[in-house]
C-alpha cells in the first residue's frame, strides 16, 4: 500500500549459502587474472559471482543523498529508499544500516545507466594511449629511466589483458550507486533468503578509513517487496 513504510535493519550475522546447494539466481562468470611474479608473466583463471539484478547500474550526481532519499523501482513499484548508515563513533567505522522504502508515485531520481562494459573500454584506450606515448619515450631518455618506462609499459599490457578478459573497473566516479552488480573491495558476501541469492541495493562511496565503501544487498518475497537487507563495509 502506498505510504506504508518497510523499514529493515540490517543484522550482524548473514546467512550464507552452503556450497552444497546452489541458490537461485546465482552465476557465475570465468575471469582470467595477469600478473608478473619474480619477472615473469603468471597467468591464472577464476570464476566471479555474479548477482541476480534489480536493473542496470544507476549513478548519481554529487549531492544526491541516500540519507534524503532516492527514487527507484523496485520489481514493478516505485519506492522512495531511504539509508542511514550505523557507526562505532570510537573510530568511525560503519557497522550496520537501517533501510527504509516508502512506496511512491514521484518520478525516480535523476540518475545515469552505468554502461560498465563501456568503462572498461574507455580505459583500455587511455592505457594504449600511455603505452605509445611511453614507448616513443622510451628511446629519448637515459637507461634508468627506459628501464622505468619499459616496467610501466609492461604494466599496462597486463591490466589491459585483465580488462580484456573480463576484469571489473572498479572506480565509476560516482559516490553512489544503485542496483546492477555490488562492488566489494575486499571479500564478497552471499546472503540467502527463501533459497534466493540477495540482489545489490546500493553502494555508497563513503571513503571510510582507506577510501572504503558500504554495500547493500537487498532480498524480497515472492510478491517482489523488500523483506531483508544485508550490509558490508571495507577498505584498502
Known sequence: MKGTAIILKTGDEVNEYSRDVTPEGLTFEDRKSVYMWKGEKQEDTYQKTLYPELGDGRLYAYGVDVANGVVVPINGRTYRVFIAIDYDWNDSIPESATVTFFETENAETEHEVFDRAAHRQKHIDRLREGIGENEKAVTEFGADDMEYLKSVIAESYLEIEQLESGEDLYRHGAE?????????????????????LAS??????????DSGNVNILVSCDDDGVPVAVWFEASCY
Open 176 to 196: 553512489l550507486k544503485f542496483f546492477g552488480q555490488p562492488e566489494f573491495i575486499q571479500n564478497e558476501m552471499m546472503p540467502v533468503y527463501n533459497g534466493r
Open 200 to 209: 545489490h541495493l546500493a553502494t555508497i562511496e563513503t571513503g571510510w578509513g
